[in-house]
């Protein structure tokens, strides 16, 4: 949900970025309007009774629940659990994955954000579990949505006189990609390409109003029958000479 709002909240100007997040009170009351849409909620017993705590040796954003007594932040049980970077950071970190189209490397994400590239490496794992955590909570995609399927994974070892094989043939993970035009990204990963691998998971992330565009597999070709509108392309190179 966070990441998803950013998203949709934050201008692409990163000067305006910087404008609408000028220091870290600013970000943590973000922060909380934003998790905490519904109203504060204790993350360790769900109860939505607690109160501020304050003196001077408190952090700001620290709060303790009237049914548990247990002391919470915005951050508690979440990726961002006990992070020792300002929250404007990873502010910042979202703002430049969810406006990358081609994904942000954690070598350039640690130069953009002047930390190593270590620390940036964790950070972009930490945004992509909100991801994955929140993604699925918000409304289905809607609209002109392309389905696709993509295999990643590492290069397999050469080793002199075995041919490997490609694409489905190899041990690399089926990535799943659902995209709404000129919208929101959702992808996931799932055991293979089968109709029982993908029929729950486009059922899940996709509304059954949607106008659907795919290739020629015919997997999809039985999971779009329940759809507004399907339509394919024909991806054979043979056709483009």
């Given amino acids: 949900m966070v990441v998803s709002l950013v998203k949709e909240e934050l201008p692409m100007n990163i000067n305006e970025f910087r404008s609408m997040f000028p220091d870290e009170e600013v970000c ?3 922060l909380e309007r934003t998790i905490w849409h519904q109203g504060r909620s204790c993350p360790h017993c769900k109860c939505r009774k607690s109160w501020m705590l304050s003196g001077p040796s408190t952090r700001k954003g620290l709060y303790e629940c009237a049914e548990c007594s247990r002391q919470f932040t915005v951050t508690t049980k979440t990726p961002l659990h006990s992070t020792k970077l300002p929250i404007r ?3 910042m970190a979202m703002y430049f994955m969810v406006n990358s189209s081609k994904g942000v490397s954690s070598v350039f994400l640690a130069k953009w ?4 590239q270590k620390t940036a490496w964790k950070v972009g794992h930490a945004v992509r579990a909100l991801m994955e955590l929140h993604g699925d909570a918000i409304a289905p995609l809607e609209g002109v949505v392309e389905l696709d399927e993509k295999y990643l994974g590492g290069k397999p ?3 002199q006189g075995v041919t490997n094989l490609r694409g489905k043939g190899t041990k690399k993970s ?9 919208g929101e990204v959702k992808a ?6 089968s109709y029982s691998d993908l029929v729950f998971r486009v059922a899940q992330v996709v509304s059954p109003d949607a106008h659907l565009m795919t290739d020629q597999l015919p997997t999809y070709k039985a999971i779009c029958k329940g759809y507004a509108v399907h339509d394919s392309v024909n991806h054979d190179p043979s056709l483009f000479r």
């Fill in 28 to 30: 943590r009351q973000y």
């Fill in 89 to 91: 950071t990873w502010l």
């Fill in 157 to 159: 070892r050469f080793v």
């Fill in 113 to 116: 954000l002047g930390v190593r």
């Fill in 188 to 193: 996931a990963v799932v055991p293979g390409d």
């Fill in 174 to 182: 089926c990535i799943h990609v659902a995209v709404k035009r000129k």
